[in-house]
C-alpha cells in the first residue's frame, strides 16, 4: 500500500514568491495533519482536519498560511507570500482517526516530508 | 514553557547497550503516549503506543509511563547500530485527536 505521498521533496524559492505544499493522504484515513520541524522548535501541528473539515488551525502561525481539503484524497498549505523564517520541513500526516463514532487508533502516518528553503 | 519536554541529547552509545530516552509533560489530560522513531531524512514513524499508566514490551522495546509523575520512558535493549535515529515522545488527549510531540533525542550506536 501506498504511504501518504507529499510533493515538492524540495522546494527552494525566494522571498515574496507563493509556495504550495500537496498531501495526497493513506485511502480510508479520515484524519489529516500539517506538521512543520525546524531545529529550533521541534514538531509543531499547524493544522488538522477530520472528514476534510478544519478542526484545529490553532498552530497555523499567522495569515499568510492557509490550508485545504477539498476531498479525501488531497490537501494543500500555501504560503503567501514567503519568507526566510517559513524555512523548514513541513510533514503531512494521516490517520484512521474516528471511523463511525468508533476510534480506531489514533496512529499518525506521516509523509516523507517538503523541506522548504526561502532565500 | 511546552507542554512535553524531552531529554535533548544527543546521545552515544556501544552496541549493546541499553538506552534509556525519557520526557515529562505538564498536562495531566494526556491519556495516550506514543514514541516515534525518525531516520535522517525521513518521516516520524510509529513505534510504540500505549494507554494511561504501565509498561509495554514489543521485542528489545520497553515503553513506560507514569501519570503520577507526569513521566515516560523508551527503554531500548542490545542497542543496534540501526537503531541510530531520532527517537520523538508524542501525547494527546483522545485516540484521534492531534499529537503533541517532544524535540526528540538523537541516539547513535556504535559498533
Known amino acids: 500500500d501506498a504511504g501518504v505521498i507529499q510533493s515538492p521533496r524540495h522546494e527552494v524559492t525566494e522571498m515574496g514568491q507563493e509556495v504550495t505544499l500537496r498531501c495526497k493522504p493513506i485511502?480510508?484515513?479520515?484524519?489529516l495533519f500539517w506538521y512543520r520541524q525546524t531545529m529550533m522548535r521541534g514538531l509543531e501541528l499547524l493544522i488538522y482536519?477530520?472528514?476534510?473539515?478544519?478542526?484545529?488551525d490553532s498552530g497555523m502561525p499567522e495569515d499568510r498560511f492557509s490550508a485545504k481539503m477539498p476531498n479525501a484524497s488531497f490537501s494543500t498549505l500555501k504560503i503567501q507570500p514567503s519568507e526566510p523564517r517559513d524555512s523548514a520541513v513541513y510533514f503531512c500526516?494521516?490517520?484512521?482517526?474516528?471511523?463511525?463514532?468508533?476510534?480506531?487508533?489514533?496512529?499518525?502516518?506521516f509523509g516523507e516530508g517538503s523541506r522548504l528553503t526561502v532565500l | 514553557q511546552k507542554e512535553v519536554e524531552q531529554d535533548p541529547g544527543p546521545l552515544s552509545v556501544p552496541e549493546g547497550a541499553i538506552v534509556s530516552l525519557n520526557c515529562t509533560y505538564s498536562?495531566?489530560?494526556?491519556?495516550?503516549f506514543m514514541w516515534y522513531r525518525q531516520y535522517s531524512r525521513k518521516g516520524p514513524e510509529l513505534l510504540m503506543y500505549?494507554?494511561?499508566?504501565g509498561n509495554k514490551e514489543d521485542g528489545r522495546f520497553t515503553a513506560q509511563v507514569d501519570k503520577s509523575s507526569k513521566y515516560i520512558s523508551l527503554f531500548i535493549r542490545d542497542s543496534q547500530p540501526s537503531d541510530s535515529a531520532t527517537y520523538l515522545c508524542?501525547?494527546?488527549?483522545?485516540?484521534?485527536?492531534?499529537?503533541?510531540f517532544g524535540d526528540g533525542t538523537t541516539l547513535t550506536v556504535k559498533p
Open positions: 498536562n495531566s489530560a494526556f491519556q495516550y
Open positions: 482536519f477530520n472528514n476534510n473539515v478544519p478542526i484545529d
Open positions: 500505549t494507554y494511561s499508566s
Open positions: 508524542a501525547m494527546s488527549y483522545t485516540n484521534a485527536g492531534k499529537s503533541t
Open positions: 485511502s480510508g484515513h479520515n484524519s
Open positions: 500526516a494521516s490517520s484512521l482517526g474516528l471511523a463511525g463514532g468508533q476510534v480506531i487508533t489514533g496512529e499518525l502516518f
